[in-house]
T-cell receptor
Framework: AQRVTQPEKLLSVFKGAPVELKCNYSYSGSPELFWYVQYSRQRLQLLLRHISRESIKGFTADLNKGETSFHLKKPFAQEEDSAMYYCAGGGSNYKLTFGKGTLLTVNP | KAGVTQTPRYLIKTRGQQVTLSCSPISGHRSVSWYQQTPGQGLQFLFEYFSETQRNKGNFPGRFSGRQFSNSRSEMNVSTLELGDSALYLC?????????????FGPGTRLTVT
C-alpha cells in the first residue's frame, strides 16, 4: 500500500536557523514525490517535485531511495516560511497520497 | 487563467440528507481529483477523473460518488450523510493527464453535518 509519513506534526525554529521537514514513503515501483504548502488563508499549492530537482523559495528536497526519504530543507528559515507543509507521493494509479502534514512556525 | 473554483463554499446539512459539490478546473486541465480533509485524518483521496472516466477511487463507502462532464467540470455526491462526513472537500485539477500529480487546488467546500 502507498504510504507517506511525516513524523513531526509541529516544528518550531528561529528565523535564520536551518530547517528540515521529514518525509518517508512506502511505495512499490518508482513513485513521484512532492512537497505541497499551505500558507495561512491560502490554497494548498505545489512547492517542489523531486524530478525537477530545483530550489523554490530556498527550499530543496532530495530523494533518498535507500532510506525511502524525501526531506525538505532550507538553510536559513524566514518568518514567511511559516505554513503547513505536506509531503505527497504518486505512483502509476493516478492517486496522490498525502502525509498528515507538518506545521512549521518560524519565530522572530 | 482563472483558478480552480468550487461551489458552494459552505454547506450545512442534516444527517440522512444528500449533497452535491461542484468543481470547475482550470481551463485546459482535464484531470480532476477530489480529497476529504479533516483534522484527524488529513487529506484523503476520494477519486480522480479524466475524460469523464474515473481512473481511481479511494477507500470510501459507496455513499461517496462523483462524475465528470465533457467540459471537465466535476461533481461529487454524498448520500445519506453522517456526522463523520463533516469535512473540507477539496478539488484539484492537473494539466498532465498521464501523471496528474502537479495539482492546482480549489478553496474547498466546508460541509457541516448536524
Amino acid at each position: 500500500a502507498q504510504r507517506v509519513t511525516q513524523p513531526e506534526k509541529l516544528l518550531s525554529v528561529f528565523k535564520g536557523a536551518p530547517v528540515e521537514l521529514k518525509c518517508n514513503y512506502s511505495y512499490s515501483g518508482s513513485p513521484e514525490l512532492f512537497w505541497y504548502v499551505q500558507y495561512s488563508r491560502q490554497r494548498l499549492q505545489l512547492l517542489l517535485r523531486h524530478i525537477s530537482r530545483e530550489s523554490i523559495k530556498g527550499f530543496t528536497a532530495d530523494l533518498n531511495k535507500g532510506e525511502t526519504s524525501f526531506h525538505l530543507k532550507k538553510p536559513f528559515a524566514q518568518e514567511e516560511d511559516s505554513a503547513m507543509y505536506y509531503c505527497a507521493g504518486g505512483g502509476s494509479n493516478y492517486k496522490l497520497t498525502f502525509g498528515k502534514g507538518t506545521l512549521l512556525t518560524v519565530n522572530p | 487563467k482563472a483558478g480552480v473554483t468550487q461551489t458552494p463554499r459552505y454547506l450545512i446539512k442534516t444527517r440522512g440528507q444528500q449533497v452535491t459539490l461542484s468543481c470547475s478546473p482550470i481551463s485546459g486541465h482535464r484531470s480532476v481529483s477530489w480529497y476529504q480533509q479533516t483534522p484527524g485524518q488529513g487529506l484523503q483521496f476520494l477519486f480522480e477523473y479524466f475524460s469523464e472516466t474515473q481512473r481511481n477511487k479511494g477507500n470510501f463507502p459507496g455513499r461517496f460518488s462523483g462524475r465528470q462532464f465533457s467540459n471537465s467540470r466535476s461533481e461529487m455526491n454524498v448520500s445519506t450523510l453522517e456526522l463523520g462526513d463533516s469535512a473540507l472537500y477539496l478539488c484539484a485539477s492537473s494539466p498532465d493527464s498521464r501523471i496528474p500529480y502537479e495539482q492546482y487546488f480549489g478553496p474547498g467546500t466546508r460541509l457541516t453535518v448536524t
